[in-house]
């Protein structure tokens, strides 16, 4: 990575990554009219597979979702509960079990709804 620097940073979800990585497959078969086995790196190639196994959501749906959960939530948290979608309270709980300050039980049960909209 000599000479190369982070631009910018931002918290995405799996299934938008899953749609950005799909996309540099497409542009990648597009050029070559092929699927070549050395197109991308071992690391890339467990990337690709890991998103397209654990996106839970389309990447238009978490987009929303995500923007709704902001509401509540820090952009990196509610990234956090779309890739993991928790079904109850002590799920839910457990994914904030390490950060500091308190949520109160009206706001989390808020983001339940949300959730449960979207599955």
């Known amino acids: 990575m000599i000479g190369k620097k982070v631009i910018d940073q931002k918290p995405i979800t799996i299934s938008e990554a899953r749609e950005i ?3 540099k497959v497409e542009e990648k078969i597009d050029e070559n009219n092929e699927v070549d086995g050395h197109q991308f790196t071992y690391e890339q190639n467990l990337t690709i597979d890991y998103v397209n196994k654990f ?4 990447a238009d749906d978490a987009k929303e979702l995500r923007g709704k959960l902001e509401e509540y939530l ?3 948290q509610a990234v956090k509960v779309v890739d993991i979608m928790p079904e109850d309270l002590d799920d ?3 994914i904030f ?23």
């Open 55 to 58: 996106a839970l959501l389309d």
């Open 97 to 119: 079990a390490k950060e500091r300050g308190v949520f109160e039980t009206e706001t989390l049960e808020a983001v339940l709804d949300l959730l449960d909209q979207y599955r």
């Open 92 to 94: 839910l709980r457990l």
């Open 74 to 76: 820090s952009p990196a």
């Open 21 to 23: 990585l799909n996309s």
